[in-house]
Structures are given as C-alpha cells and as structure tokens.
C-alpha cells in the first residue's frame, strides 16, 4: 500500500481537543490533505499542506513536518456534530492515496 | 449549484453482471477520479483521468473500466471480472491534477451483491 498510517478511533468530550497524528513515506511527497467523512457521506476538504509548519483554519489546524513523513490535525473546542470519520491523504504525482481514516467520537 | 452527482445511490448486482455506476460534475473540472472505499480501509483508487479521451489506471484497475467521452461524464462499469465489488464508491473531481488542488467528492453509490 502506501503506507499512510493514522489511529483506528480516538473518543473525547465535548469543549476538549483532540489530535489525530498521520505518518507516511516520504517519497515523491507533493502535499499532504486531511479531509472529513460523516458515515455515508462524501469526504468534504479540511486542509492542505505542502510546506511545513501548522496552518489555522478556526478550530481546526493542521501541522506538517516533510522531513519526518508526520502531520496531525487538531480539532478544538469539540462539537458533537465533530463524530466523524478523519482522512489524511497524500498527493504523489497525480494520484491522491488516503490512509484508512480515524473515527472521532465526541461525547457529551 | 455546482456540484458532482453520483447515481444511482444503491446498486445490486447480479452474478456475471457488468453494472454502470454514473458520476457527473458541471464544475468544468479536467479531472475525475472513482475510488473504492470498504468498512476498516481507506480510499482506494481505481481509475483517473486528467483530461477527455484519456485515463489512467489506479492502484485496484483490475476488474473495471471506464471511460471520459466528455468533460462533464466519467462512467465507471464493474465488470463480472470483479469478484468482490460489494463496497462503496466515490467519484471525485479536481480543477486540474496538480499538486494543491483539493478533490471534491459525489455522494457515493453502495454496490451490493444479490
């Protein structure tokens, strides 16, 4: 595979902070996405990253180390409607390969 | 509203059936990608095209096909080739395969089956 490696499932409480790490090879390394699937639903667009460093967008960010194959997203300021599938994928060349996604339960 | 619509949403087939599962995009996107999701995995991809008449086979080609007659339409059949389709299916398209463009996503089509 391409070897895109993240948690299976994460939980946490409402108001908390979660932080999903994804790890992958480095080889022809051309952006980093992270993505949100609600069950039966189409992935929708988080973040993008191709340089390092961490990128804000409200309560979610997004932080990646090239170097080090390694990128996490972190949500804040948990919601419920925060349950959901995460997705980190990585572009090589034209091709965008996914790691197999981490359920985030958020509980009351 | 623009936007990629993926039908029929559930799908059966039969054994040594050959199902077409329709994507379409009015985003003027060049390129249009059909990946394969099972429960546990992630996202595989089995077909792209980055522009009309052309395509190129993803990493799970074997046992579909497909075609890019228009900009708008990218067709995916899953031929009796395929022994284990049951899994849902995701159509996406991007302004142009580069490297910062984000994917946007159809609905998806369950394809059991009978």
């Known amino acids: 595979g391409q070897n895109i490696d993240q948690p299976t499932e994460m939980t946490a409480t409402e108001g908390a902070i979660v932080q999903i790490n994804c790890t992958y090879q480095?080889?022809?390394?051309?952006?980093l996405f992270w993505y949100q699937q609600h069950a039966g639903e189409a992935p929708t667009f988080l973040s993008y990253?191709?340089?390092?460093g961490l990128e804000e967008k409200g309560r979610f960010s997004s932080f990646l180390s090239r170097s080090k194959g390694y990128s996490y997203l972190l949500l804040k300021e948990l919601q419920m409607k925060d349950s959901a599938s995460y997705l980190c994928?990585?572009?090589?060349?034209?091709?965008?390969?996914f790691g197999a996604g981490t359920t985030v339960t958020v509980r009351a | 509203d623009g936007g990629i619509t993926q039908s029929p949403k559930y799908l059966f087939r039969k054994e040594g059936q050959n199902v077409t599962l329709s994507c379409e995009q009015n985003?003027?996107?060049?390129?249009m990608y059909w990946y394969r999701q099972d429960p546990g995995q992630g996202l595989r991809l089995i077909y792209y095209s980055q522009i009309v008449n052309d395509f190129q086979k993803g990493d799970i080609a074997e046992g579909y096909s497909v075609s890019r007659e228009k900009k708008e339409s990218f067709p995916l059949t899953v031929t009796s080739a395929q022994k284990n389709p049951t899994a849902f299916y995701l159509c996406?398209?991007?302004?142009?395969?580069?490297?910062?463009?984000?994917?946007?996503f159809g609905s998806g089509t369950q394809l059991s089956v009978l």
């Open positions: 996406a398209s991007s302004i142009l395969a580069a490297e910062g463009e984000k994917l946007f």
């Open positions: 985003l003027n996107h060049d390129a």
């Open positions: 994928a990585v572009r090589r060349d034209y091709k965008l390969s």
């Open positions: 990253n191709v340089l390092d």
């Open positions: 480095t080889s022809g390394f051309n952006g």
